[in-house]
C-alpha cells in the first residue's frame, strides 16, 4: 500500500499545531511540523476515500497545499537520511540498525519502518512507549491494535509479555511488523495478524495498547473491552489534547476506570482499567 504526503505551507509553528490539530480529524497516520510547513501522512485507500471532502476543506483554510504520492521503496531513502535514535526517559532507545547500540540496561529496540508508522518519532508512540514502560506484563497476553511497525508489542515483549497479537489491516505494516519481531528476538512471543478488529473477536487479553485515532478508538472501543478480561489495562493514544473528555466519555460507558491521563506536544495517552 502506497502513502501520500500532504504538504502544507505554514507562517509559524503556532499555525502548524493549529493545522495538525484540524487535520487530526480525518484518517492521517503521521505528522511532521515546523515553522512553515506542516507534513501528514495518509494511506492511498483512506485518502480516495476523502480527497474530495479534504479538499473542500483545506480550500476553506485559505493555506497552499499539494500531494505528493510516496512509493515505498522511496520511503526507506528518506527515512535513514532523518531518523535519529529515539530516546524514551533514559530508559528505553528506539532506533535503526545503523545507529549504535544503547548503554546496558537500557531497552534497545530496534526498528525498520519503511512503510509502516511507528519509530516512536510521533508523540503519541512516544507516549505509549514510556506509560508501556511502567506496565506490568510480565507473564501476560496482549493486543497491539493498530501495530505499523511494530513497536509496541516489541516493547510488551521485551518486558516480559507472554504474547502479543499486533494488529493492522496494512499490509507493509503486517510485513514490517514481522521483520521487526525476527530483528529484535521476539518472533516466538509476538504474532503479526493482518485485519481490522474484527480480528480479535473471541480473543482476550490482559493489557491492550490501541494507538490509532479517535475516529476508530470510538468506533471500536466495545470491542477491545469484549476482549479484555477483568483487571485489564487498555491504553489508548492517537488523540489530541483536545479528545481527552470524548474518549474518557466513551470509556466509563464501557465499564472501564480512567485511570491515567498524559500529554506531550499536544497529543495525549489514556490508561484505563476494566473493573467490572
Not at 49 to 65: A, M, S
Not at 85 to 110: C, K, N, S, W, Y
Not at 183 to 196: F, H, K, L, M, S
Request: proline residues 3%.
Amino acid at each position: 500500500m502506497n502513502y501520500f504526503e500532504l504538504y502544507i505551507h505554514v507562517r509559524h509553528a503556532q499555525e502548524a499545531e493549529i493545522r495538525m490539530a484540524e487535520l487530526a480529524e480525518w484518517p492521517f497516520e503521521s505528522f511532521e511540523l515546523d515553522e512553515t510547513s506542516v507534513k501528514a501522512y495518509i494511506r492511498a485507500d483512506e485518502l480516495a476515500g476523502c480527497h474530495e471532502g479534504l479538499d473542500e476543506f483545506l480550500r476553506t483554510t485559505g493555506v497552499e497545499w499539494h500531494f505528493t504520492e510516496i512509493e515505498h521503496q522511496n520511503w526507506n531513502e528518506l527515512w535513514e537520511s532523518n531518523f535519529d535514535p529515539v530516546e524514551v526517559e533514559g530508559r528505553a532507545v528506539i532506533r535503526a540498525p545503523f545507529h549504535d547500540q544503547p548503554a546496558d540496561g537500557v531497552l534497545d529496540v530496534v526498528i525498520m519502518p519503511k512503510m509502516s508508522f511507528g519509530t516512536g518519532h510521533h508523540a503519541t508512540t512516544w507516549l505509549m512507549t514510556a506509560t508501556l514502560l511502567d506496565l506490568n506484563v510480565q507473564g501476560r497476553a496482549g493486543l497491539d491494535m493498530g501495530s505499523g511497525t511494530g513497536v509496541l508489542a516489541i516493547v510488551a515483549a521485551m518486558r516480559g509479555a507472554m504474547h502479543v497479537d499486533a494488529v493492522d489491516i496494512d499490509e507493509w505494516a503486517y510485513e514490517n511488523c514481522t521483520e521487526n519481531i525476527g530483528v529484535n528476538g521476539v518472533a516466538e512471543r509476538v504474532t503479526p495478524i493482518r485485519g481490522d478488529v474484527s480480528a480479535i473477536a473471541g480473543r482476550s487479553y490482559d493489557f491492550i495498547l490501541a494507538n490509532i485515532n479517535r475516529n476508530i478508538l470510538l468506533a471500536d472501543m466495545a470491542d477491545y473491552v469484549r476482549s479484555l478480561r477483568r483487571g485489564g489495562v487498555l491504553l489508548m493514544s492517537g488523540i489530541l489534547e483536545h479528545d481527552i473528555p470524548a474518549i474518557c466519555d466513551a470509556a466509563k460507558s464501557l465499564g472501564l476506570i480512567v485511570d491515567d491521563t498524559r500529554t506531550k506536544d499536544g497529543w495525549a495517552m489514556i490508561e484505563t482499567i476494566l473493573v467490572s
